[in-house]
Each structure stands twice: as C-alpha cells, then as structure tokens.
C-alpha cells in the first residue's frame, strides 16, 4: 500500500520560512516523478512543484518560483519542500504525492502565514 505522509507545517509570520518534508512508503521513490501540492482554503487543490526521478531537474509553479526549493533523498524514500520568504496567499494544505499517479492522497500538513 503506497503512502505519502506530510509533517513539518506550522504557523508562520510573512517572510519566515519553514521547510515541510514527506515520508514515501510503498513504492521504490527512484523510479518516480514526486511533486508537491497544495490546497488553500475554498479553492482546488494546486500543483507547487515537481522533482525528477534522480533529483536533477526541477520546475514550480510561477508563484512559488525562487522561494521554494524541492528536494528529495531516495535512499531515505524522503521528499523536502522549503519554503522561503512565505506570504499570507502561501497558507494551505500541502501535500506530496508521485507526479501523475492516483493513489490516494495524504492527510497533507498545513501551513499558515500570519502576522
């Protein structure tokens, strides 16, 4: 059974950071695509970012670019999330999960942005 669990959330004031990770069970990480997403109250659930397979390549989502780093550590079947400079638009839910995939989704961690 693949499981995706988030931990690392909080509360936050606007331009803190904090840095989320996710702990993958199930699958062999490698052979994956991960990404991270997240979901704001009231609104659908948004893709942030994504990671390749051997952790070389990147991309995000033109809101979060040059303020959230991902990463990931296969042998530790781990993904990261930093992020940096948070805003109050920033606060959700945020989830990781294998890019593409349907398994089921985590139960996410939240962060909030909040002076």
């Known amino acids: 059974q693949v499981q995706f669990v988030e931990s690392g959330g909080g509360t936050v004031q606007p331009g803190g950071s904090l840095r989320l990770s996710c702990q993958v069970s199930?699958?062999?990480?490698?052979?994956?695509?991960m990404s991270w997403h997240r979901q704001a109250p009231g609104k659908e659930r948004e893709w942030v970012a994504w990671i390749s397979n051997d952790g070389r390549n990147m991309k995000y989502a033109d809101s979060v670019k040059d303020r959230f780093t991902i990463s990931r550590d296969n042998d530790k079947n781990q993904i990261f999330l930093q992020l940096d400079r948070l805003k109050a638009e920033d606060t959700a839910v945020y989830y990781c999960h294998a890019h593409g995939s349907t398994w089921d989704w985590g139960q996410g961690t939240q962060v909030t942005v909040s002076a």
């Open positions: 199930g699958l062999t990480l490698s052979n994956f695509i």
